[in-house]
């Protein structure tokens, strides 16, 4: 029998990628742009190449873990503990953080991209989920990966887990830089009102006067 919330992790993982290339493939079909799928700097190649073996992994070891005994995983893969309640309720996140981030994908409309291209300008999004926190998706994406601990507490998940954190929350302040460059002071004003992963104020931010 399968371990029902590793399989529920492993699909909502293969959901929310899946649907990450059919919007490169939408944006490109709309744009006639790539969305920086392959980002158009070094630095963004460079992180690309870092960060695709490790999605690759966060979406096989939910997979391993929901058809592979965990006496019969490699040490490095094989939970520290077990708690069917704690792996309940992290799949349940997991499930909301996907069904946000569809809406953020939605809000962003042909404005999404993958990464930094210096010399695009794309339209400055304020408003639904981005009233709220600068980088709502980069949030969501976070829960899954702790959702994903949670349910699957290995050594490697928690590696995993780790580094794609830490890349995160180096590209949301490298994009930052970026539409700071772009925008100027309205996206300045924006940071100051506006969380990055937290947010500040129940109130949404309201561009203009």
């Known amino acids: 029998m399968p371990h029902f919330p590793a399989l529920i992790l492993a699909l909502v993982l293969t959901t929310y990628w899946g649907r990450v290339l059919r919007l490169v493939y939408k944006i490109r079909h709309q744009t006639g742009r790539n969305a920086h799928f392959k980002p158009p700097e070094p630095l963004g190649r460079l992180l690309r190449l870092l960060w695709v073996p490790i999605v ?7 997979y391993l873990a929901a058809f592979v005994a965990p006496d019969r995983l490699p040490r490095p893969a094989r939970p520290l503990f077990i708690s069917p ?8 996140v997991a499930i909301a953080a996907l069904a946000g981030t569809l809406a953020c994908w939605k809000k962003m409309g042909k404005s999404w991209r993958m990464g930094i291209d210096p010399a695009e300008k794309t339209r400055l999004v304020v408003t639904g989920p981005y009233a709220y926190l600068r980088h709502p998706i980069y949030a969501l994406s976070s829960l899954i990966m702790l959702a994903t601990i949670a349910t ?10 780790i580094f794609h954190l830490t890349l995160l929350q180096w590209e949301a302040r490298r994009e930052e830089n970026h539409l700071t460059a772009v925008h100027g002071q309205p996206y300045v004003e924006y940071c100051l009102r506006v969380g990055r992963f937290i947010p500040r104020s129940r109130q949404p931010f309201r561009s203009g006067p």
């Open 152 to 161: 699957i507490p290995s050594p490697f998940m928690l590696a995993i887990g």
């Open 56 to 62: 690759i992994i966060w979406i096989s070891l939910p």
């Open 85 to 92: 309640l704690l792996a309940w309720l992290a799949a349940a």
